[in-house]
């Protein structure tokens, strides 16, 4: 749907002539005529406490209970409303809620915001500011949890966490058809255009797009037309409509060099080719480009790429070819880590920290990988406090490995001895094996990425009827230094969790803090629990290991897994998306 320049009268309700208050009014009339400011300032407080009363039904947890329909955003959040005041307010709501329910549901009907936006997401904070407009009429301040982020040197004029906000208000009052609000955050928008960084235009120019909203999509076209961005990044991330404009504009013959920016660099046939490849997860297929061409990976700043958009295991697998510099900066002067910085994937920021990426160095204009990242990261992601065994936030864990990696002043030696004796490689490896484990269980969004980083999913100990001991011995040891790995891995970014595991997995219980609070009694009864509890936790995990290894034993048994054996193949193993 296009919005063109309209502008409505009001972007409050409109005002009644009268009040009534069970009289007929003629008083008020009369005060009326006699002292119109008397009367501009009774309709203003009119309009006052319908506005406010009208609130209620959002804010106050009494009048939540007349709330007729719940519309359920992130998190599975559901947002109770009134289907009478979203109808009269929004054409949108009005057909939404004319064509019915299914007469088999029970209780409230139910929309999923996902369902309803044909373009983006709309949060749970956004969205109550935009039904705070539907009901009272006035727009609220920006949610600061939602809307700034976590740099303490950041004006918060035009980072990520305030153009995600105000796009997401954009979303919601773009669908659901609000033209006032859709002209005042359009109108936002425009000025943080002018302030953004280029890769953050980005967003605001789909929004734009999508929602034909022309005097932001014209202004965003040409603030990325001037910028410096690589045709990479724009052919990658933009509408083809779109990246043709702005080539066109790039290649104009009277436009100067400095109007495009000198860093931009046209995309070649075989870089492209390249991007593809990678693309495809097929790092075979790259090797087999650059042995057809004189092109390096360098050339086409593939390491850079991948970083971006690529699969962690592929950002991995360029690293051990050998063939990128992981300290080359790109055109715009962003080296490998500041790209990956501003994906926010753990996984990639530590493998690239582990092959030796300087987490001190900065951009051409100053900023640090951390400073890259904190400016991409809500204050509400970093604070959030997740229950113990569910995923912390990406965003959160990023900034923690970088900022750990800034006070270590060396690496740390992750090699383990390569002779051990039998009895001892066993113990060790169940050591090991236990606390990664307890780690998935646990930490399951650290635990991955120190496993990723270890390869420790691929490098299993699984039994083979068919092995030697001398090679059943050498994969022992090698599985022994890949949870070695994850371990260190583990204690190096995390050392939070690696701590917590430390005391779990340790058989004495002398810590006093943990058990310091109330009276001797209750620290005996919580410490006598606290064993009970863990011995439960240990027998069932012991439990489900003896299941599965029998259940090892027993494919390692079968035709199936012989044939496996004997022929050298490895199992089939499909990628997670």
């Given amino acids: 749907m296009e919005y063109g320049n309209e502008i409505s009268s009001s972007l409050t309700f409109a005002s009644s002539s009268y009040l009534s208050d069970g009289c007929t009014g003629s008083h008020l009339i009369e005060v009326a005529t006699s002292a119109e400011h008397g009367t501009t300032d009774l309709e203003n407080l009119s309009l006052s406490k319908l506005s406010g009363n009208l609130e209620k039904l959002l804010v106050d947890e009494e009048f939540k209970y007349y709330s007729d329909a719940e519309i359920v955003v992130e998190g599975n959040l559901g947002v109770g409303v009134n289907r009478c005041i979203l109808a009269a307010r929004s054409h949108y709501f009005n057909q939404l809620f004319r064509k019915g329910r299914n007469e088999k549901e029970q209780g409230k009907p139910k929309y999923l915001m996902s369902e309803l936006l044909p373009y983006g997401r709309v949060g749970y904070e956004a969205f109550n500011v935009f039904l705070n407009y539907l009901y009272t009429g006035k727009v609220k301040p920006s949610p600061m949890e939602v809307s700034t982020c976590v740099d303490d040197t950041c004006s918060h ?49 789909l929004a734009a797009f999508h929602y034909q909203l022309k005097q932001l999509l014209s202004v965003c076209v040409q603030r990325v037309a001037t910028s410096d961005l690589e045709d990479v990044c724009l052919e990658k991330e933009l509408p083809l409509e779109v990246y043709g404009k702005i080539r066109s504009l790039r290649h104009k013959p009277h436009q100067q060099e400095a109007e495009t920016g000198p860093g931009v660099v046209m995309l070649g046939p075989k870089i492209r080719r390249i991007h593809k490849a990678l693309d495809s997860d097929d790092l075979e297929l790259v090797k087999l480009l650059l042995q057809e061409s004189t092109l390096t990976l360098d050339d086409a700043y593939a390491l850079h790429y991948a970083a971006a958009y690529c699969d962690p295991k592929i950002v991995n697998g360029l690293l051990g070819l050998g063939l990128a510099d992981l300290h080359l900066r790109n055109p715009r002067g962003y080296k490998v880590l500041h790209v990956a910085g501003r994906r926010k994937e753990p996984s990639v920021l530590v493998a690239l920290l582990n092959k030796g990426a300087r987490v001190a160095e900065t951009t051409l204009d100053g900023q640090t ?38 006070r270590i002043s060396e690496s740390q030696n992750l090699g383990v001895p390569s002779q051990v004796m039998a009895y001892d490689l066993h113990m060790k490896l169940d050591y090991y094996e236990n606390r990664v484990s307890f780690a998935r269980l646990l930490y399951p969004a650290e635990a991955k990425v120190a496993m990723e980083t270890a390869d420790a999913e691929s490098n299993t100990s699984e039994v083979d009827s068919n092995e030697s001991p001398t090679i059943q011995t050498q994969r022992l040891q090698l599985r022994l230094q890949t949870l070695f790995k994850t371990v260190e891995t583990g204690k190096r970014y995390f050392p939070h969790c690696a701590e917590v595991l430390d005391k779990f997995l340790v058989d004495d219980m002398s810590d006093p803090c943990l058990f310091e609070e109330g009276s001797s009694e209750e620290q005996r009864v919580r410490k006598r629990r606290f064993t009970e509890l863990k011995e439960e936790l240990l027998e069932a995990f012991h439990k489900d290991k003896a299941d599965q290894k029998k259940n090892n034993n027993r494919s390692a048994l079968s035709p199936s897994s012989s044939f496996t054996s004997n022929h050298g193949c490895s199992r089939y193993k499909p990628r997670r998306n």
């Fill in 157 to 205: 004029e035009a980072c990520g966490p305030l153009i995600n906000y105000a796009l997401e208000l954009l979303y919601a009052s773009a669908t659901f058809q609000m033209k006032e609000l859709v002209l005042l955050v359009q109108r936002r928008l425009l000025n943080i255009v002018e302030k953004a960084l280029a890769e953050d235009v980005i967003p605001i120019l």
């Fill in 369 to 406: 990988t951390v400073t890259i990242c904190r400016r991409q990261t809500r204050l509400k992601d970093y604070n959030e406090n997740k229950k113990q065994g569910e995923p912390s936030n990406k965003d959160r864990i990023c900034i923690g490995i970088l900022e750990r990696q800034m």
